[in-house]
């Protein structure tokens, strides 16, 4: 069992830069693949970002690669996402999600991923 917590949302002007952080509770986090969600107003959710157990892969939406980054330390039970050039059209409630199975292809499906944090708001200005 994981629980997660997100935090570090907030209201940026485009151009912009944010730090999102999800803490996970449990001593297994290190074996979870660890991903990142976001859904805007009206829309489905979609994958953003994700990170294999050890770090060594990582996973990008076409619309945040080279923009957003993310990392992870197992020593501290917390994945990151920085997010940088940040567009209008990023703002959603950002999600952080973990998967216990990581099976090859999966890793931007959500239905893949076991544990859900409740969410960030991140909101970009024009």
């Known amino acids: 069992q994981v629980q997660l917590v997100e935090s570090g949302g907030g209201l940026v002007q485009a151009g912009g830069s944010l730090r999102l952080s999800c803490a996970a509770s449990g001593r297994t986090f290190s074996r979870y693949r660890m991903g990142w969600f976001r859904q805007a107003p009206g829309k489905v959710r979609e994958f953003v970002a994700a990170?294999?157990?050890?770090?060594?892969?990582?996973y990008y939406a076409d619309s945040v690669k080279g923009r957003f980054t993310i990392s992870r330390d197992n020593a501290k039970n917390t994945v990151y996402l920085q997010m940088n050039s940040l567009k209008p059209e990023d703002t959603a409630v950002y999600y952080c999600?973990?998967?216990?199975?990581?099976?090859?292809?999966?890793?931007?499906?959500?239905?893949?991923?076991?544990?859900w944090g409740p969410g960030t708001q991140v909101t970009v200005s024009s």
């Open positions: 990170i294999d157990w050890n770090g060594g892969r990582t």
């Open positions: 999600a973990a998967d216990k199975t990581a099976g090859a292809g999966t890793w931007g499906l959500s239905y893949a991923y076991e544990y």
